[in-house]
Structures are given as structure tokens and as C-alpha cells.
């Protein structure tokens, strides 16, 4: 039923659209082909954040990034929210769609970040019923992203690899790809990044997401690097991200910058360390 | 075994200990790993506030407001993803919250402020030609109603949230007068405006807000009203849509 390519969204530079960047956008664009946003902050009923979207979709292909459906959930998905979903996918009618492998709601309570679930059997069921209904509400398949990880579960019975290439076989979900997290979670572990990406269903990919990272310690002292979209990418994921790239091919590459947001032209150079990247993949 | 319940309920709450079966990966337990979850979700919380209250914030103060903001999302965790809409408790909150007794005012402060991120995200509507009302034959004009964008608000309070509002966010503005002030909040084209209004006026808006025709409002504002300067407000910060003319 939604077996058609991972996505249509173009193998080039996107990043993540912040309102403040509006007028650069449209003025000096490049290397930017396409935008991302969150699908949350245009959930409102009008004004400035809907009408620039609007315009935006005229010159640019759209991905539309949830961070709030908690597909990753023990409870049923939220049906106000999968509702808001449909009506944003209908209109903005954006090259992908995507959310997140974690939840974040609880018993009606929204907990704004994406939290970790252990891999077993039962849960592969339910984040698989999730996708199910996800991609039959909005008529199209979704992209589900890889999160990154701070800790393990005693319980879980597969690796992270292992779970997404069943939801793809089970579901026809694509996958979005996230360097970084790939790289924050083997540092947290211990493990390689790159045995992770030999083991990761490449095929399935739609889009890969590469942004910034804080470093920490844990209990023992060791590294605990986090998530936090606000610096640029770090070597090791650029090299990283050109491992991957050797053996995936070129994909749409999306620099996200959530927090501490810089000027454009910042941005844009940031941007364009993807367009080398992508030049440097054999062909 | 780790619910989803477990995991959640100490995100919230510092003094319930880290929920078992958690791991560094290579099955040691660990406290400071699920502790960035629990800094994740305090401080992105905190930051929507923020956002949502730059007044509220500016008058308790930066580590004052991050500190009161721990109680608010404990108190009123989010019910939606819709982190734009969060904190619609707030003005309830801060009446009952003790340490901010000595600022009455705040309250309302926050109820503006929260009107002011509602008329932004409010739907779109064609403001009403003012040629509109010339169309009407002199004697109906009275049984004229309006209706209003739902970019609008009027809140009515003891203390002069306009004059808190402006001199808060605007460089420049002198100090508040101590006086009960009426605020009229439109959405001209993409950008929410305050306006204050006086009394007279203030309960013009109001009646005519409610549903009732031009001469209730008129006659609720009461003598040596002249509607002239609020109407043509209204009109020009597209606060209107339609009008109904009486039948």
C-alpha cells in the first residue's frame, strides 16, 4: 500500500527552517533545496507561522518532522494530535513525513522530549501498530527516526538496528537516518558508530539528520554526550556521515539547529558542508 | 521490567528514585543517565514558559521565574504537544501561589500575555470594509451587530496591565500609573497591538463583543459617549469581519 520510494525529497542540503532565517530564505537560499520544520509549531489556527509556511511550500520541498505523536507509546496515539497531523500533511502536502522512534505522552501527559523504550518483541508490536495507523490516517508512508540514547534497558531482547529493519519489513516505513544520534549513542555505549551503520537497513533511508551535541559525564565518569541541536556537527559525525554516505549513496542531508540559532549565513556554511559531502560520494 | 509509568512519573518529581532496570549499556545502573530525560524535559518546559511570559518573567526576575516555573509544570504538566498553547494554567497558578502574594497584579499580566500568543496563532479573516457600514440607511445603523476576529481580546483589570505591559517591553515607556485598566488586543495583518481603553469605551467594546447591537452598546456606555474614535480602532486593526444589519 505505501510501497513507493523511501521519499521524494531531494538528495541535496535542507535544513531546518527557523522564522528568523524568512527573509534570508527567500533571498539568498543557496545551498539550500529544501526546508524541514516541526510539525508542532504549526498546529495553530492562523497568523504569521502558517502564512510563511504557506509561501514557503511555493518555493521549496517540504519535510514535515513531528516531534510530538509519541509513536514510541504504551497508550493509544493521540487522536486530536493524529487529526492536527492530517490536516498540516493535507495542506502543507510536504515530500516526507517523519517522526521519532521514543515517546513522549503519558497518560494524556505531554512530556516534551523523546524518551527511550526497551526493544522486545512486545514493543516492536506496538510501535508497529502506531506506524500502521500513522501511515493509513495520512495516506502516505512515514519516515521513523533513530533517537539518541543516554541508556540501555536490562529488558530489551534486540539491538536498535535489529528493531528498525523489522518495523520496515513489518510496516514499508522508510527511515530517517540521524548521524549524530548514531554517533552520541556508540559514545554513550561504548560501541562502534560504524558497526551501527553496517548494520542499519541503508535502502530504507529517506533522509539523514546531522546536528550538534553537548558533552557530559556519567556516574562513572565517563563520556555522556547529548543531543542539543546547538553547535555545529563535530568532525567525527562529518566522517561519519561521509562512512555512511559511501555505502547508502546520496540522500537528503538535513543540518538541524534548534537551540542558540545562528545568524543565516552561518547556517548556510553548515549547509554547505553537506553539498561537499555529498560531491564526495563515489559514483 | 520498566513502565512507561515508572519512567514518567520521576521526570517530574526529584525525589523519587531512578526507576530500575535502567543501564549504562553494559548492565551496570545508572542515575546520571536518566537524569539528562529528567533535565531534558525541566528545562524545555521552563524554556515554553519563558516564551510564553517575557512580563511575568521580567518582574520576578530570571532565577526567580525558572525556579517558580519547577512548581507550575509539576503542578500543570502539558496536556497537548502543542508546546505554543502551554501554560494556559498559569494565571490561576500565580493567585495561588504564595510567593508572588505581593504582586496582585500578576495574574492579569499573564492572562495578557496569553492573549497576546492566542491573537498571533488565530485564525485568518478578511477584516470588514468600512464601506460597509455607509450601506446602511441612517436609521437601521443602531440594529447593527459585529462580529469579531478570534485574533481579539478585551480583559478588564484592577491594575494597569497596559502600563505593566509597555513598560516592560517597550524602552522607553514611563512607569505605570496605579489604576485599573481596560486593553483591547487586536491582530492587524500578523502582529498582535494593544490598545487601553477607558471605560465608556471599554464597555462599548464589550457589549458589541457579546452579540448586542450598536444602540445596546451605546446605551451601556452611557452619556457623552462618542463611538468615533473606538469604532474607527476597531476598523483599522481589522477587528472586525462582518456586520449583520438589524432585521
Given amino acids: 500500500m505505501f510501497d513507493t520510494p523511501p521519499a521524494s525529497l531531494p538528495a541535496r542540503p535542507g535544513v531546518g527552517y527557523k522564522p528568523q532565517h524568512y527573509a534570508d530564505i527567500l533571498s539568498n537560499p543557496a545551498p539550500v533545496g529544501w526546508l524541514e520544520i516541526h510539525a508542532e509549531n504549526y498546529m495553530g489556527d492562523g497568523g504569521r507561522p502558517l502564512a510563511q509556511l504557506r509561501h514557503l511550500t511555493e518555493r521549496f520541498p517540504l519535510s514535515v518532522h513531528g516531534v510530538g505523536l509519541s509513536i514510541g507509546g504504551e497508550g493509544r496515539l493521540d487522536p486530536d494530535h493524529l487529526a492536527r497531523l492530517k490536516r498540516l500533511v493535507g495542506w502543507s502536502n510536504p515530500a516526507s513525513f517523519s517522526e521519532h522512534l521514543a515517546w513522549s505522552t503519558h497518560d494524556s501527559q505531554f512530556l516534551n522530549d523523546l524518551l527511550p523504550l526497551p526493544y522486545t518483541a512486545a514493543t516492536l508490536t506496538r510501535v508497529a501498530d502506531h506506524i500502521d495507523e500513522v501511515q493509513t490516517a495520512l495516506g502516505r508512508r512515514m519516515l521513523l527516526e533513530n533517537p539518541s540514547s543516554y541508556l540501555a534497558f536490562a529488558q530489551s531482547e534486540m539491538s536498535e538496528t535489529e528493531f528498525l529493519r523489522a518495523l520496515v519489513q513489518r510496516t514499508g516505513c522508510g527511515l530517517l537516518l540521524d548521524v549524530n544520534n548514531v554517533f552520541v549513542s556508540a559514545t554513550n555505549f561504548g560501541t562502534s558508530p560504524q558497526a551501527y551503520i553496517d548494520a542499519f537497513p541503508l535502502d530504507a533511508v529517506g533522509e539523514i539528520h546531522l546536528g550538534g551535541h553537548d558533552e557530559d559525564t556519567d556516574d562513572d565518569g565517563r563520556p555522556l554526550l547529548i543531543d542539543s541541536h546547538g553547535k555545529p556537527v563535530v568532525d567525527p559525525v562529518w566522517a561519519l556521515l561521509d562512512y555512511t554516505l559511501a555505502r547508502s549513496g546520496p540522500k537528503p542531508l538535513l543540518i538541524e539547529w534548534d537551540n542558540d540559532v545562528p545568524d543565516w549565513p552561518v547556517l548556510a556554511a553548515e549547509a554547505a558542508r553537506t553539498a561537499d559531502a555529498l560531491a564526495r560520494v563515489p559514483a | ?247
Avoid at chain 2, 11 to 39: E, H
Avoid at chain 2, 62 to 87: C, D, K, T
Wanted: charged share 15%.
Fill in chain 2, 1 to 247: 521490567m520498566t513502565g512507561q509509568s515508572e519512567f514518567a512519573a520521576a521526570l517530574l518529581d526529584p525525589a523519587r528514585a531512578t526507576p530500575p532496570g535502567l543501564t549504562d549499556g553494559s548492565g551496570a545502573p545508572t542515575t546520571r543517565r536518566y537524569d539528562v530525560y529528567r533535565n531534558n524535559v525541566t528545562v524545555s518546559l521552563a524554556d515554553a514558559l519563558e516564551s510564553a511570559f517575557p512580563v511575568v518573567r521580567k518582574l520576578v526576575g530570571e532565577a526567580f521565574f525558572r525556579a517558580m516555573a519547577q512548581v507550575f509544570v509539576r503542578a500543570h504538566p502539558p496536556r497537548s504537544p502543542l508546546m505554543m498553547f502551554y501554560g494556559a494554567d498559569m494565571p490561576g497558578f500565580l493567585e495561588g501561589f504564595a510567593p508572588v502574594a505581593k504582586l496582585p497584579y500578576l495574574p492579569d499580566v499573564a492572562r495578557l500575555e496569553l492573549a497576546l500568543r492566542q491573537s498571533y496563532h488565530a485564525a485568518d479573516c478578511v477584516p470588514l470594509d468600512p464601506a460597509a457600514l455607509g450601506q446602511i440607511a441612517p436609521e437601521r445603523l443602531g440594529d447593527v451587530r459585529f462580529i469579531f476576529a478570534p485574533a481579539v481580546h478585551l480583559l478588564r483589570s484592577d491594575w494597569p496591565i497596559h502600563g505593566i505591559w509597555r513598560a516592560n517591553m517597550v524602552d522607553g515607556s514611563p512607569a505605570p500609573a496605579m489604576q485599573p485598566e481596560t486593553v483591547l488586543v487586536t491582530r492587524p495583518a500578523y502582529d498582535p497591538d494593544i490598545a487601553p481603553l477607558d471605560t465608556q469605551a471599554a464597555t462599548f467594546v464589550a457589549t458589541l463583543m457579546s452579540g448586542e447591537p450598536l444602540t445596546a452598546a451605546l446605551e451601556a456606555a452611557r452619556g457623552g459617549f462618542d463611538p468615533g474614535p473606538v469604532l474607527g480602532l476597531l476598523l483599522t486593526s481589522g477587528a472586525l469581519t462582518a456586520l449583520t444589519p438589524g432585521d
